[in-house]
């Protein structure tokens, strides 16, 4: 199976100042079409997940621009130019790649 | 809109099975699949498996192999996902969410949860 790392696992951010995850796999997700399938969520207390990020660095509707993803092969990044309120949760990376399907451990964000 | 709801909360017995449904609305159901994630308790994102509603096609975690089943009506447009000789492990909120219906995995909507509790 497709090993995935992040780091840092905990994360406290002064508002209004920015933030990154990093996720690693085990294994290049790079597929046989010539795309990378990692995708980012993020899941607020008490909610179910929510997709921000998809291919990398496809940001999904509705979330909010100061949110991006980028990187290639086995080493991603998400970030966050100005850290809100709202930002509280913990995000999680996922290879769509290989078989099985693989979560990261999650990162928790809180505020400082 | 898409939407994914998700049945009701269920208490089970050690040995026993569950099956959660998963009713969708608002696109077309036989052009994407299924994705079935739980998550224990205080835990992270666990991947189950995948089902295409467009041909029935399964991928299944190995560790859930031979004790879950995933399956589609798609003139109800519901996916159910059954789990069978539950442990207390099981004890999770399991969640649908939509997914392509071939190749490649980019889940995006997913459900409200249902809580499986597994307790003697």
């Keep these: 199976d497709v090993v995935m790392t992040q780091s840092p696992l905990s994360l406290s951010v002064t508002l209004g100042q920015p933030a990154s995850i990093s996720c690693r796999s085990s294994q290049s997700l790079v597929y046989s079409d010539g795309g990378t399938y990692l995708n980012w969520f993020q899941q607020r207390p008490g909610q179910s997940p929510r997709r921000l990020i998809y291919g990398v660095s496809k940001r999904d509707s509705g979330v909010p621009d100061r949110f991006s993803g980028s990187g290639s092969g086995t080493d991603f990044t998400l970030k966050i130019i100005s850290v809100e309120a709202e930002d509280v949760g913990i995000y999680y990376c996922m290879q769509g790649t290989h078989w099985p399907r693989t979560f990261g451990p999650g990162t928790k964000v809180d505020i400082k | ?120």
């Excluded at chain 2, 208490?11 to 699949?33: L, Q, R």
């Excluded at chain 2, 295409?52 to 399956?71: A, D, E, H, P």
């Excluded at chain 2, 071939?102 to 499986?116: C, E, H, I, K």
């Design chain 2, 1 to 120: 809109q898409v939407q994914l709801v998700q049945s009701g909360a269920e208490v089970k017995k050690p040995g026993a099975s569950v099956k959660v449904s998963c009713k969708a609305s608002g696109y077309t159901f036989s052009s994407y699949g299924i994705t079935w994630v739980r998550q224990a308790p205080g835990q992270g994102l666990e991947w189950m498996g995948w089902i295409s509603n467009n041909n029935g096609n399964t991928g299944y975690s190995q560790k859930f192999q031979g004790r879950v089943t995933m399956t589609t009506d798609t003139s109800t447009t519901t996916a159910y996902m059954e789990l069978r000789s539950l442990r207390s492990d099981d004890t999770a909120v399991y969640y649908c969410v939509r997914d392509r219906y071939t190749g490649v995995s980019t889940p995006d909507y997913w459900g409200q949860g249902t809580l499986v509790t597994v307790s003697s």
